[in-house]
């Protein structure tokens, strides 16, 4: 196996057990690691500090075990059993209302590079790191074997390996053939397409926050930008609202959201849907809302983009300051993780500075529990929100 030495004083953060290694910290290299290797990490002295894998880039080693021990099929069991038992205690795993749930949260569940949805029967695998798709098949077995439930397992990472990786990897079945399946998320209907929808099909980080919205929507005329699938939507039909716009620059997310209106409420005149672009939309709507959800893809997938992406949540918001109803509730996210939940903050408040309305927080939004966040690792933390009352 090969073995990576870091620097003199560079062990510090992975004996605060941070499970990244960067490249400006390894001192020597011995042998010669393919990426998605595992390799041995030591100290300048020699010391043992942890076992992951090798990739290339910024991010060196993604650290699976601080104790040297086989990364062998007993690993990714008790892995995989410890990220089930967890949804089992958080009522997710079992539960009569809600059967879509995050599995596996890359570094949140001691597993970095994975992510493993569930949908019903089907457990939906997305590798972000070599070394997580060669391991593909063991987990996808585990799987099965650990939850009762699941007897799909769709392999969906061909938009997620890093674009030095030397790999291919193919969207397809390791087991079963589903092509999709009627979900339930508290309760509420929606078609969990792994094959043609974005992620892994659904936004499942936006749970708690749907529910929430569903508690301010009575009797609100509300609009739904980058609605996706249209969860925010349903949730605030069900919620009492007198009318859910919901608009989306993709044709096809209409469609899907559509399918899930229909779905959930048939026939029910509230709901209507289109295909156009946000900002232009935002430009000329008036005053016709007074319950508004922003809820755009990433701005900034990486920090090059910085800059732009805080200029473009400034004007997003800014847009729907100046036109929301007085009395008006803005739910306002940003789910990139190289934005900082103060950047986003000073974004949102640029915004409200600039309608020149008066604005109160009313809650401050992140993730559900089935994506946690690793206590050494607050990276991990992407999903931010404000829910603001304008005046």
């Not at 508690?215 to 609009?223: E, K």
């Not at 559509?258 to 935002?282: C, M, Q, S, T």
Request: neutral net charge; hydrophobic residues 40%; contains cysteine.
């Amino acid at each position: 196996m090969t073995t990576i030495q870091l620097k003199p004083k560079r062990e510090e953060n992975i004996l605060r057990f941070h499970p990244w290694i960067f490249s400006g910290a390894i001192a020597k290299i011995t042998g010669n690691p393919q990426e998605g290797d595992i390799v041995r990490v030591v100290s300048a002295n020699q010391e043992f500090l942890a076992i992951g894998h090798y990739q290339i880039g910024s991010i060196m080693v993604r650290i699976l075990s601080f104790t040297d021990r086989p990364i062998d099929r007993t690993f990714w069991h008790e892995r995989l059993k410890a990220a089930y038992d967890m949804r089992l205690a958080l009522h997710l795993a079992n539960s009569d209302t809600t059967n879509a749930y995050r599995l596996v949260h890359g570094e949140g569940d001691n597993l970095p590079g994975l992510v493993i949805d569930i949908y019903g029967d089907t457990a939906v695998v997305q590798a972000h790191s070599v070394g997580m798709h060669y391991a593909k098949y063991v987990i996808a077995e585990l799987l099965v074997e650990i939850i009762p439930a699941v007897n799909n397992v769709y392999y969906k990472s061909e938009g997620t390996m890093p674009f030095k990786a030397p790999v291919k990897p193919v969207d397809g079945y390791l087991i079963g053939d589903k092509t999709e399946t009627i979900a339930l998320e508290n309760g509420l209907k929606f078609h969990a397409n792994w094959l043609d929808g974005q992620k892994t099909g659904f936004f499942v980080d936006q749970r708690d926050n749907r529910s929430l919205l569903e508690h301010y929507a009575h009797g609100r005329n509300v609009l739904n930008m980058f609605c996706y699938t249209g969860g925010f939507s349903f949730y605030a039909m069900r919620g009492g609202a007198n009318l859910v716009h919901s608009v989306d620059s993709s044709a096809k997310a209409i469609e899907l959201t559509n399918k899930n209106i229909e779905l959930n409420f048939p026939g029910d005149p509230r709901h209507e849907a289109y295909a156009v672009d946000a900002f232009k939309f935002l430009e000329d709507i008036k005053d016709r809302y007074d319950l508004i959800i922003l809820d755009p893809p990433a701005f900034a997938k990486h920090r090059d983009a910085l800059r732009n992406a805080l200029r473009g949540y400034t004007r997003l918001n800014a847009l729907a300051f100046e036109q929301i109803r007085p009395g008006g509730i803005l739910f306002t996210f940003s789910c990139s993780q190289a934005v900082s939940k103060e950047q986003f903050r000073l974004a949102v408040f640029t915004a409200a500075a600039q309608s020149g309305r008066s604005v109160r927080i009313l809650h401050q939004l992140t993730q559900p529990v089935d994506h946690p966040v690793n206590i050494y690792h607050p990276e991990g933390e992407y999903l931010k929100g404000l829910v603001l009352y304008v005046e």
